[in-house]
Every structure is written in structure tokens, then in C-alpha cells.
């Protein structure tokens, strides 16, 4: 049986999986955002990666960004 990642207890019944790396931890120390489980890492990359998939919609749909960026 393996344990939780993030508290270190084992694992029961009540477990997910984490969207990002597939990790398995409990329901309670998950991360649920948009309808899906994440660990912690992951929820801080995803939300790292979210802004950042955002701002490059933003330079996308203006078409403000400068050539000299490429
Ligand atoms: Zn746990
Ligand atoms: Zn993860």
C-alpha cells in the first residue's frame, strides 16, 4: 500500500490521482481546480503554467508582441 504525499499517512479508499504526475494522495490533501485533483506541486506549476497560458492568449489576440521578442 502506498502513502499519501503530502501528509504521509497510507492511502484508503478516499484517494485520487493527480491530473499532473498521476501521484495518489488523499481526496482531503488534494487541490480540486476545474474538476480535477491535482497534488501540491502540480497545483502551483498549474497555476504557474495558467497565468502564463493567459498572458500569451493576451500577446496573441492583440498582436502586441514586438518582433525583436522572436
Ligand atoms: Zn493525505
Ligand atoms: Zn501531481
Given at each position: 500500500?502506498?502513502?499519501?504525499?503530502?501528509?504521509g499517512?497510507?492511502l484508503?479508499?478516499?484517494?485520487?490521482?493527480?491530473?499532473?504526475c498521476?501521484?495518489?494522495?488523499?481526496?482531503?490533501?488534494?487541490?480540486?481546480?476545474?474538476?480535477?485533483?491535482?497534488?501540491?506541486?502540480?497545483?502551483?506549476?498549474?497555476?504557474?503554467?495558467a497565468?502564463?497560458?493567459?498572458?500569451?492568449?493576451?500577446?496573441?489576440?492583440?498582436?502586441?508582441?514586438?518582433?525583436?521578442?522572436?
Amino acid at each position: 500500500m502506498s502513502v499519501c504525499p503530502v501528509c504521509g499517512k497510507p492511502l484508503e479508499a478516499r484517494k485520487v490521482k493527480c491530473f499532473g504526475c498521476a501521484v495518489e494522495l488523499h481526496r482531503e490533501c488534494a487541490k480540486k481546480t476545474m474538476g480535477k485533483f491535482y497534488c501540491r506541486r502540480c497545483y502551483r506549476e498549474g497555476k504557474r503554467r495558467a497565468r502564463l497560458e493567459r498572458m500569451r492568449q493576451w500577446g496573441g489576440m492583440g498582436k502586441k508582441v514586438p518582433h525583436k521578442l522572436w
